[in-house]
């Protein structure tokens, strides 16, 4: 080794003997350092510096110890630069540096012995320390990407510990100032120990290295995978047409965005959150996900903590109230006062409305009168029909396709928690083998139990006590039980004035604008209602006559249309165009007084109706036939008539031996119509009697009421109804049982002013009012004669009309 060596000193890497590296040098004094060497033997000595930013670096800024190199090959590129190949030689201790003519020169001792002094031969323990060495640098070079496979081989091949030890210091990937401390160590085994431990503290980084890369290699994929395959369904599903459909992320996030802002109650919010945790982990288009999508949907889209605001003020309801109806006083002032109590008692604990009586009197309307009245949202829920529990409470999620019930689905459209349900024709519930609406119905009425009505399929309680329940029904034919919680208001029916009233005021001007027609187009003159009410309605309602209004509007808008008139008055004598062919006969059905043939008032569902009863004597035994789909009770009706009849025959005239030869048909007609009931009872008695007499019947009494065997006249219930119904049917004298007198305090005047109302006790009385002559009883001397020998001439069987 020479004694001194112009220097390159180097800002980042440390050479060791016998490695060869490129160097690119640029600075003026290195450049010149080079220069120098090359005009010389072409040997530099490279030493690291301490701190590589250093431009200018002098003694202090250079480590102790650097290796001499020879340059093999030297470049100079155009743009001053110059590129080194330079070969390490041998380590040198740097004693003293000196700058002169542009450059570093170092005055160094030798650090290592000469290249070409024996070296005595490794001991076995370092041999094995350097096959150690060698197999780790295998598991490092196959870990460690940058270095070329061969250069283990390579490695494997060196036998001199140093150089062995070196090469590797060379290759492995360390700091700078440990790089320098491999340098500086003079004693070969210890350098192997060195770089054995750098290297396994190289590898353990570099096996998590490993690990962690294929790690999110793998993680990597499976997002590229999820993510590919969500973009094919989503072009997927936009060749299909489902455009549109919302990201699953956004779904998610919009779900917790409501669960966290609505104001869902305890037990809702738990159920929600377990049910949206359960959704994110689901594949968004398999069908559990659906299910679970569904169920956070109605129970997210019910209203919760929504309100109305409920209007308290008493006398905008009756003005609304009044205004959308007319008539109906009592009803109207009865539900007044129920809205009062609310008001005062600010809750709804009372029984529930249930409004009663025949179609088209107002039932459905009122109820959405009332919903204006109180500002209260309006849901009508028929329950005609409904067989089904899960109707009403719902199916269990279990079921596929399972659905809320009618409740909880019906207050999802309300979207407040305080609407008006009007449950409709709760007397069409059903009933049958999947369970009974009406005790699901009970809880939800109940307003002791209403505040948890539990939904099969929500399965949490939800809250119905700020609902107001509004019924309807046309028969009280109901559970008792549900009757118990309603309070029953009756609609009985209009009086032919009530009825023009209403159509003037409501029905009429509604179908002129239904059907487009200009002010002054349609007049229907009051003459001309009336007659269409007489002639083609019969009902207790207005539902038929708004049918019919309804056809003239139209029939009158097509004549204005066709252009052949201006504008329409209709008039009784023109209402035949209109209205076409008379329904009805206005007035009594019967012109003569009939021997057999009554009146009697029949109470039906549809409200009060007059009920011919016709019988007639047949040769025969005795027996008595019946027809006019009677029912059971009317059957025994006719039996109990008839042995009243029997048991009192002589009294009346009748002798008792007629029985033994004839026997008796009673008909009631309109067979389609099914009757039944007791009240026919004395119009029973009043025909039968007639037709064995042969004394006719006066037409224009009309008569109700159920009769005991011994001929007292019990009451009957429908008094307005039959009352409206006697009215309509022209009738002028209606007998009525004495107990009944007391109902009268509660029909209205008009009623009461237009037909003769007689209180009857005992079927006599009838006899006496109803027939044209009195009955004579029989002389009890001839009777036996009489019951032994066929009179000639029996009255009853076609007997001749008296006038
Ligand atoms: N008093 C009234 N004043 C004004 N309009 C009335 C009155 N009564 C009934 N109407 C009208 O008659 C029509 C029929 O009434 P609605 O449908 O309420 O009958 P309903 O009693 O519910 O019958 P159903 O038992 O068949 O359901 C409606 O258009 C209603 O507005
Ligand atoms: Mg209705």
Known sequence: MKQSYPVLPLRDIVVFPHMIVPLFVGRDKSVAALEAAMADDKEIFLVAQLDPAEDDPGREDLYDTGVSAEVLQLLKLPDGTVRVLVAGKQRGQLVSVESANGYLTAHVTPAEPDEDEAVEPASAELQALMRSVVDQFENYAKLNRKLPAETAVQLAELDDPSRLADAVAANIAVKVSDKQALLVEKDPQKRLEMVFAFMEGELGVLQVEKKIRSRVKRQMEKTQREYYLNEQLKAIQRELGNEGEEGDGDEIAELTQKIATLKLSKEARTKATAELKKLKTMAPMSAEATVVRNYLDVLLGLPWGKKSKLKRDLEVAQAVLDEDHYALEKVKDRIVEYLAVQARTNKLKGPILCLVGPPGVGKTSLGKSIAKATGREFIRQSLGGVRDEAEIRGHRRTYIGSLPGKIVTN?????????????????????????????????????????????????????????????????????????????????????????????????????????????????????????????????????????????????????????KVESVTITPDNLADYAGVQKYRHGLSETEHQIGAVTGLAWTEVGGELLTIESVTVPGKGAIKTTGKLGDVMKESVEAAMSFVKARAPSYGIKPSLFARKDLHVHLPEGAVPKDGPSAGIGLVTSIVSTLTGVPVRREVAMTGEVTLRGRVLPIG??????????????????????????????????????????????????????????????????????????????????????
Not at 423 to 428: A, T, V, Y
Not at 431 to 443: N, T
Not at 460 to 481: R, W
Not at 755 to 767: A, Q, R, Y
Request: aromatic content about 4%; overall charge negative.
């Open 411 to 563: 207050l999802r459209k309300a979207g407040t928690s305080n609407p008006l349900f009007l449950l409709d024709e709760i007397d069409k519930l059903g009933q049958d083998f999947r369970g009974d609406p009406a005790s699901a119905l009970l809880e939800v009425l109940d307003p002791e139990q209403n505040n948890k009505f539990n939904d099969h399929y929500l399965e949490i309680d939800i809250d119905l006590s700020d609902v107001m329940f509004v019924t309807t029904a046309n028969t009280l034919n109901l559970p008792q039980p549900l009757l118990d919680r309603m309070e029953i208001i009756r609609l009985e029916g209009y009086t032919e004035d009530e009825k023009v009233e209403i159509a003037e005021r409501h029905l009429i001007a509604k179908q002129i604008e239904a059907h487009g027609l200009k002010d002054g187009e349609f007049t229907l003159t009051n003459e001309g209602l009336r007659a269409l009410i007489q002639k083609y309605t019969r009902e207790a309602g207005v539902r038929t006559l708004e049918r019919e209004i309804a056809k003239l509007a139209r029939k009158a808008l097509r004549k204005i249309l066709e252009g």
């Open 718 to 803: 429908g008094l307005k109804e039959k009352l409206l119904a006697a009215l309509r049917g022209g009738i002028e004298t209606v007998l009525i049982p004495q107990e009944n007198e007391k109902d009268l305090a509660e029909i209205p005047t008009n009623i009461k002013e237009g037909l003769k109302i007689v209180p009857v006790t005992h079927v006599d009385e009838v006899l006496r009012l109803a027939l044209t002559e009195p009955l004579t009883a029989i002389d009890w001397s001839e009777a036996d004669e009489l019951a032994a020998q066929p009179p000639a001439g029996v009255p009853g069987l076609g007997g001749a009309a008296h006038h």
